[in-house]
């Protein structure tokens, strides 16, 4: 018999994904705060406050977990019904009626013990899904440049980067979107690389070039067309 690839065999040590719900908002918070203590810089992480958890564990909003041995190691947040003043539709301009449709991805976490196993990239392309699944026609998140183990599971997952805005009360973040109605078809053959400092993305953006992908250090920006 075919013997078991090595990451089918690191996949199996973790549960499926799980909705999370009310009852488990001790092991979130407790994730949220040892994954907080771990950063060497804190400011990638938005420190949220119980209660946004709390929120998020309740109908529209959806958190997923990934439990190992029982206990909870990974979970990504999926917002619905944002409303306009945390909504990140607002920074790309769209009227009331699109920002009604987006499913936010408002945040992940993956314990330090468990880094590098695709938990996070699970979590990202799962939410895509239930965003799929509940006729969103936009999923919007935001990553700090520097947070590259982020932005580059959304950029894989058919995301891209599309402007980088100071949020959170003054901390730079890349803003990251996908149009399922219309989605941007990047030009990879006039793509170049930017390094991920703000002045040079800023300048990219400008140009109308958005990010698709990890390349070096950097960032692969590329021009676009949108589907009609
Ligand atoms: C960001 C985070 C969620 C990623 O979780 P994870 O489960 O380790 O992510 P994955 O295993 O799915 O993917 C990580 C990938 O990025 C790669 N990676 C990690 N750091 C990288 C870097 N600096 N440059 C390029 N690639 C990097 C890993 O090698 C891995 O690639 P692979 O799939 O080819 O092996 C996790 O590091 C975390 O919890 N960080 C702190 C909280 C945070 O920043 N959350 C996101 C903002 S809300």
């Given at each position: 018999?075919?013997?078991?690839?090595?990451?089918?065999?690191?996949?199996?040590?973790?549960?499926?994904?799980?909705?999370?719900?009310?009852?488990?908002?001790?092991?979130?918070?407790?994730?949220?705060?040892?994954?907080?203590?771990?950063?060497?810089?804190?400011?990638?992480?938005?420190?949220?406050?119980?209660?946004?958890?709390?929120?998020h564990l309740?109908?529209?909003?959806?958190?997923?977990?990934?439990?190992?041995?029982?206990?909870?190691?990974?979970?990504?947040?999926?917002?619905?019904?944002?409303?306009?003043?945390?909504?990140?539709?607002?920074?790309?301009?769209?009227?009331?009626?699109?920002?009604?449709?987006?499913?936010?991805?408002?945040?992940?976490?993956?314990?330090?013990?468990?880094?590098?196993?695709?938990?996070?990239?699970?979590?990202?392309?799962?939410?895509?899904?239930?965003?799929?699944?509940?006729?969103?026609?936009?999923?919007?998140?935001t990553a700090?440049?520097?947070?590259?183990?982020?932005?580059?599971?959304?950029?894989?997952?058919?995301?891209?980067?599309?402007?980088?805005?100071?949020?959170?009360?003054?901390?730079?973040?890349?803003?990251?979107?996908?149009?399922?109605?219309?989605?941007?078809?990047?030009?990879?053959?006039?793509?170049?690389?930017?390094?991920?400092?703000?002045?040079?993305?800023?300048?990219e953006f400008?140009?109308?070039?958005?990010?698709?992908?990890?390349?070096?250090?950097?960032?692969?920006?590329?021009?676009?067309?949108?589907?009609?």
């Amino acid at each position: 018999m075919k013997g078991r690839r090595p990451e089918s065999a690191v996949a199996a040590q973790f549960q499926d994904i799980r909705l999370l719900d009310p009852a488990d908002l001790d092991a979130v918070l407790a994730l949220q705060k040892r994954v907080r203590e771990s950063l060497p810089d804190p400011s990638l992480l938005a420190d949220d406050p119980p209660e946004f958890f709390a929120r998020h564990l309740s109908r529209p909003n959806l958190i997923g977990g990934i439990e190992r041995q029982g206990r909870l190691v990974a979970f990504g947040v999926l917002a619905f019904a944002v409303p306009a003043a945390q909504n990140f539709g607002t920074h790309l301009a769209f009227a009331p009626p699109r920002l009604a449709t987006v499913g936010q991805l408002d945040g992940a976490v993956v314990d330090p013990d468990f880094r590098s196993a695709g938990l996070h990239a699970r979590l990202v392309r799962w939410r895509i899904g239930e965003a799929i699944a509940r006729q969103c026609r936009d999923v919007l998140s935001t990553a700090a440049p520097l947070n590259v183990a982020s932005w580059r599971n959304m950029v894989r997952y058919g995301m891209h980067a599309v402007a980088l805005r100071t949020l959170f009360g003054g901390l730079q973040r890349l803003l990251l979107h996908r149009d399922f109605l219309h989605p941007r078809v990047p030009d990879r053959a006039a793509a170049r690389i930017c390094p991920l400092e703000a002045e040079a993305l800023t300048a990219e953006f400008a140009q109308g070039r958005i990010g698709v992908a990890v390349a070096g250090r950097g960032m692969l920006m590329a021009p676009f067309v949108k589907e009609s």
